[in-house]
């Protein structure tokens, strides 16, 4: 008997919906043919899967009952598909986080207190134990720290500017004739493409010179830096660009790729970051380098401290399992995977000095990283709504970097739509 077209379709959209029922139980599914209970981590970075998994591999030895099983989604996607999984009830039983206060006021968050007692925050950093505290509870267990932010400098364009790199790290920036830092930019134009990478990147270069300015990104829950702080800070940066001592923000606007390729390339002699890229510098630099201080401030030298964190969903199935690898990626033993291969500092103040140790081997000094944060810290901010303020600030000092705007404007109309989105919230 022949089959109408018509019928045809619908058995195939049957058969089909019934595949994707299917995929979707098995991929949900508690517990594997070993009648283990499987959980589900998301992470951003590829390159923390090979320590995650060591120290995974690790716990599922002494608990054989859990599979925890990695999922990674990529940072540029990783915000707005997190908020829409969260809302839908699909999201990983545990999470990456940093900007957490949303998930935690809306009641997705494990209690860390409550599940692993309120001793357990004494061994993690203490910046990072106050970035997760809000209300008085803590809402993710602290797993790397980024350090304070330096300058990779070029060492081979240094000498043929000139420039010692004790010169470079006693430098000062300001809007006049103290700034010791724009003569050396000046002389270091003079060998590479591009002297600096001043740009719209806020954690390595917005906030250190808003804070080494005195200021401050919020105060008591609103915006804070259209005063003359962020003026002298935000138009300093601004005019490095527009005098040719830095890419056009119409190439780095967005991501500082462009800046640490050009870095990597040897077409830029400093290149101010955080330890999120020394691996990559050390691995793929074809020259000789080093890391030096941040140029210091009006107000000295600040740096902006940022930790990631692991959250547990309180949608999840197994909320005890949750909480037993939540206790083991906050542990000493748990934690130091992360900091094996000199790939960021963990969490755990115990195990900070294995990544110190690990550079020293390989003749690298990264006290500069720690040394910037002795100076001061200036806050990134924080609380309801800033995710969805910063997605509407951001855009605002893109065109500000671009020339398109004036500064005292941009930062005026930046502040305006940020506090506005607050005072929604």
């Known amino acids: 008997m022949r089959i109408k077209e018509s019928t045809r379709a619908a058995l195939g959209i049957v058969v089909a919906f019934a595949l994707l029922i299917g995929a979707a139980l098995w991929l949900g599914r ?5 009648g283990r209970t499987v959980l589900r981590m998301r992470i951003w970075d590829q390159s923390f899967e090979a320590a995650y998994r060591a120290s995974l591999d690790e716990f599922q030895r002494a608990n054989p009952d859990i599979d925890v099983r990695i999922t990674l989604v990529p940072w540029a996607s990783y915000a707005r598909k997190l908020r829409l999984d969260v809302a839908g009830g699909i999201a990983d039983d545990l999470f990456w986080t940093s900007l957490y206060e949303d998930y935690a006021d809306s009641g997705h968050l494990t209690d860390i207190g409550a599940a692993l007692g309120g001793d357990a925050m004494r061994a993690w950093d203490p910046a990072a134990v106050t970035q997760f505290t809000r209300d008085g509870k803590l809402w993710a267990v602290p797993q790397f720290v980024d350090g ?3 300058v990779y400098y070029n060492r081979e364009l240094l000498e043929r500017a000139g420039v010692a790199p004790e010169t470079l790290s006693a430098a000062r920036w300001s809007g006049d004739a103290t700034d010791t830092f724009r003569p050396i930019l000046q002389r270091l134009g003079g060998v590479a493409s591009w002297p600096y990478n001043a740009a719209n990147d806020f954690q390595s270069l917005l906030l250190p010179y808003l804070g080494s300015a005195g200021g401050q990104f919020q105060r008591d829950g609103r915006f804070d830096f259209a005063n003359a702080q962020g003026r002298t800070a935000f138009g300093y940066l601004v005019r490095l660009i527009s005098d040719g001592l830095s890419p056009s923000a119409a190439d780095t606007g967005g991501s500082s790729d462009f800046a640490k390729n050009a870095f990597l390339q040897g077409r830029m002699a400093l290149f101010q970051s955080g330890t999120f890229n020394l691996a990559t510098v050390q691995q ?5 380098w080093g890391v ?3 140029p210091a401030g009006p107000a000295g030298r600040v740096s ?3 930790a990631i964190g692991l959250a547990g969903n309180t949608a999840a199935r197994h909320p005890e399992a949750v909480r037993r690898v939540l206790a083991w990626l906050g542990s000493a033993a748990g934690n130091r995977y992360l900091a094996a291969d000199g790939n960021t500092i963990p969490a755990v103040v115990s195990e900070q000095q294995v990544y110190r140790d690990y550079w020293a081997r390989r003749g690298v000094d990264v006290s500069p990283f720690f040394d910037v944060l002795r100076g001061g810290q200036i806050a990134a901010g924080g609380g309801a709504g800033f995710q969805a303020a910063i997605r509407a600030i951001l855009p605002v000092f893109d065109e500000m970097f671009l020339g398109r705007v004036p500064v005292d ?3 005026d109309r930046a502040q305006a739509v940020g506090d506005e989105i607050i005072d929604r919230r």
Request: aromatic share 4%; net charge negative.
């Open 284 to 288: 793929s630099a074809g020259f000789r």
């Open 304 to 306: 902006a401290g940022n």
């Open 409 to 411: 404007e941009a930062l």
């Open 292 to 294: 030096a201080m941040i």
């Open 148 to 150: 304070g932010t330096a």
């Open 30 to 34: 508690d517990s594997g043919d070993s």
